[in-house]
């Protein structure tokens, strides 16, 4: 598909800061802006980042864009009004849900309340069994009697999900129909168009998820994408997804569930083609705002994915059963608040100051110190050289924020009281990337961390040293490396159906039927997204288990099925993939195939990430100090270097601080940082 533009511009918004991340095709340079979120209004801070980079809406034949605003209306309970429709007998599935207890001796532990009151769930008579004979036909009184519950709710949003609805979608389409044709206002999710897998429960709060922020994400979606029309845009909007793909602004109207996780995953996309391009295929993508911090694992140069996902963590979150990067979060950013519980001790987030009125050394009207604030006290941040120098942060504010509200009632030091602040924030992060390495089986020490986020450098080698990671890489411009990441990725969208199987006596003809029907969904979808059948991708997999088993493990299926050993060799991919999973395997015990799937790929020419840096000529300049407080060693001289002035091959040794524009990188004593080639900062950890 000919396009008249030259660049291609992806945007990433934050709970604090909006980054710019811009690629000429024709000249191969880039450019990066960063400025403040505007909540009230967010596509001003996309506009001021255009206007900030001097870039031409008009010059783009790709627009590229992440965000937590579908996430933020699921936390935050600002969704649609949301009913309900399901099988007669199942309307309460949703509200029931799974019987496992996330806090098991927690005598007030309460579910989150369903997103879908009670009174707002209908039912329908009818019945289709698994492998999708009609038991009990729909009829038509039966639609019209729940068009005239639902027309009576003065609802927003509809979800339908019936019984088995994966294997035979005829009922819930002709209830979506006279749905649309009756309310055309409302918006209309049904459960066979996202996700055709069973398990009741976790479709079902899938399909409620996807209605309930419909309305919001189509909005903020026309919100964004209007000022930008304006200014004679005419190219491709697309949405940066869970999964690590992006779509179009199209699509994520109809399936908004699918940019639940948008935002992160664009720099974890960006971390496994780093790792690929350097020679490191096993990384701790570790990922450092100014209002959360989020890690990823990703071996063998692929991130790791999960296809259930709980919305607000899995103590008091909503399942969401599609593909998604296994990405942890923690509420501690550069902006997170440090404050006192009723108990005496001190906390640091989850909430955060954000952008409005952000770290109290913004000068902005922040009255709560934050981690931002702290990093200055101690000496780690320049305050005349934030953001390249565009503002000053204001130290003495600071100092008196962290004194007044966490020193003296502590009894504690200002300098005592910061340090105290980081090391907790420190600590919530390390815990964070245990939870995707130690509890999961994965050894830290032998994956290497890349490490970005406008606070992420800040912080890396803290958390590399208290769990041993040898090495830590600092990407050119970590500021903006999640919008960049999303200059990085193709076209995807997943496709699931459910279709229990015994896989002994199967023939290599019907699992080519098993995924024919599936494999023409994907190329159709696709082609309706604008992209070239030739670019197309497909990907093949299988859930497999072992006979009268609840769970499955996921193994890849290979295009061409003709050799005769290749089912005895899938069977044996499934037993070697078991037991790398829990540690045994049974390879006499019969083996069920439970869901075919298949990823579509749309392939889109990208830029190189060599090619990805800052072309600025260094210039040659007298390094400064500064006094910065290391725990442990107290204030120490560090030199403090501009990294556009460090040249390809030069190593720095700690203690330094390393500055650049959105982002600083602190080295501790001990440590070792090379340039290398990629202009990655590669940085050998010391003193563990």
Same mark, same amino acid.
């Not at 903020?220 to 209007?226: C, G, H, K, N, V």
């Not at 400064?624 to 290391?630: H, T």
């Given at each position: 598909m000919a396009f008249n533009g030259t660049l291609r511009t992806a945007i990433d918004i934050g709970g604090t800061f909006t980054d710019l991340a811009s690629y000429d095709v024709v000249t191969r340079s880039v450019r990066f802006e960063k400025a403040l979120s505007t909540p009230a209004a967010l596509d001003e801070g996309v506009l001021e980042c255009f206007d900030k980079g001097s870039i031409d809406p008009a010059a783009m034949e790709l627009f590229i864009h992440g965000s937590t605003v579908a996430i933020n209306t699921i936390v935050q309970r600002t969704g649609a009004r949301t009913a309900l429709v399901t099988t007669a007998g199942f309307a309460d599935v949703y509200e029931i849900g799974r019987a496992n207890r996330p806090d098991t001796y927690n005598l007030f532990f309460e579910k989150p309340a369903p997103l879908v009151p009670a009174t707002m769930r209908f039912s329908v008579r009818e019945r289709v069994v698994p492998d999708g004979r009609v038991l009990v036909a729909l009829k038509p009184t039966a639609i019209a009697r729940v068009l005239k519950q639902i027309k009576a709710q003065n609802v927003q949003a509809v979800a339908v999900c019936l019984l088995h609805a994966y294997a035979n979608p005829k009922h819930e389409a002709a209830i979506g129909r006279a749905i649309r044709r009756a309310l055309p206002d409302v918006f209309v999710t049904l459960s066979h168009e996202i996700l055709r897998e @069973?398990?009741?429960?976790?479709?079902?709060?899938?399909?409620?998820?996807?209605? @309930?922020? $419909?309305?919001?994400?189509?909005? @903020?979606? #026309?919100?964004?994408?209007?000022?930008?029309?304006? #200014?004679?845009?005419? $190219?491709?909007?697309?949405? *940066?997804?869970?999964? $690590? $793909?992006? *779509?179009?602004a199209k699509r994520a109207v109809q399936v908004p569930v699918a940019m639940m996780e948008s935002g992160p995953a664009g720099g974890i996309i960006g971390a496994a083609e780093l790792g690929k391009l350097i020679g490191e295929q096993d990384v701790i993508a570790f990922d450092m705002g100014g209002t959360t911090a989020k890690t990823c694992l990703i071996e063998n140069g692929l991130p790791k994915m999960t296809d259930q996902y709980y919305i607000g963590g899995y103590r008091d979150g909503y399942p969401m059963r599609i593909p998604a990067v296994d990405i942890i979060e923690v509420g501690a950013g550069g902006g997170s608040i440090a404050w006192i519980d009723a108990g005496g001790a001190l906390k640091v987030g989850p909430k955060s100051a954000g952008s409005s009125p952000g770290p109290v050394c913004y000068a902005r009207g922040g009255i709560e110190p934050t981690v931002t604030d702290a990093n200055l006290v101690t000496g780690r941040l320049n305050p005349t050289r934030f953001l390249g120098g565009e503002f000053d942060l204001d130290t003495a504010g600071a100092q008196a924020a962290i004194e007044e509200r966490i020193g003296r009632p502590l009894h504690m030091k200002v300098l005592e009281a910061a340090c105290g602040i980081i090391r907790i924030a420190d600590a919530r992060m390390s815990f964070a990337v245990r939870a995707i390495t130690l509890q999961r089986g994965y050894d830290p020490r032998r994956f290497t961390m890349v490490a970005f986020g406008g606070a992420g450098p800040l912080h890396a080698m803290a958390i590399a040293r208290e769990l041993h990671i040898p090495r830590v890489i600092i990407p050119p411009q970590p500021g903006h490396f999640s919008a960049l990441g999303m200059l990085l990725t193709d076209l995807r969208q997943d496709f699931v159906q459910t279709r229990v199987t015994d896989l002994t006596g199967l023939t290599a003809v019907q699992i080519n039927e098993g995924f024919g029907s599936i494999e023409m969904q994907a190329r159709a979808s696709i082609a309706r997204e604008g992209h070239a059948a030739e670019a197309v991708a497909l990907l093949r997999s299988m859930d497999m288990r072992y006979l009268g088993q609840e769970y499955t493990v996921r193994v890849s299926v290979a295009d061409d099925l003709s050799d005769p050993d290749t089912l005895a060799m899938l069977r044996q991919r499934f037993d070697v993939t078991y037991d790398l999973r829990y540690g045994h395997s049974s390879p006499e015990q019969p083996v069920q195939i439970v869901n075919f799937r298949v990823t579509a790929i749309g392939r889109v020419d990208k830029p190189d990430l060599a090619s990805l840096q800052d072309k600025r000529i260094p210039v040659t300049s007298t390094s400064?100090?500064?006094?910065? @407080?290391?725990e442990g060693h107290g204030h120490l001289h560090c030199p403090v270097v501009q990294r556009a002035e460090i040249a390809e091959g030069s190593v720095i040794v700690g203690p330094a601080i390393i500055e650049e524009y959105a982002s600083t990188t602190m080295l501790y004593p001990g440590d070792r940082a090379l340039v290398n080639k990629y202009g990655c900062l590669v940085i050998e950890t010391g003193g563990q």
């Open positions: @069973y398990r009741e429960y976790e479709r079902t709060s899938t399909t409620v998820l996807n209605a @309930y922020v $419909g309305h919001q994400v189509s909005s @903020y979606l #026309r919100a964004i994408e209007r000022p930008l029309r304006a #200014r004679s845009f005419n $190219g491709r909007f697309l949405i *940066m997804q869970s999964n $690590g $793909g992006v *779509m179009t400064r100090e500064r006094l910065v @407080y290391f």
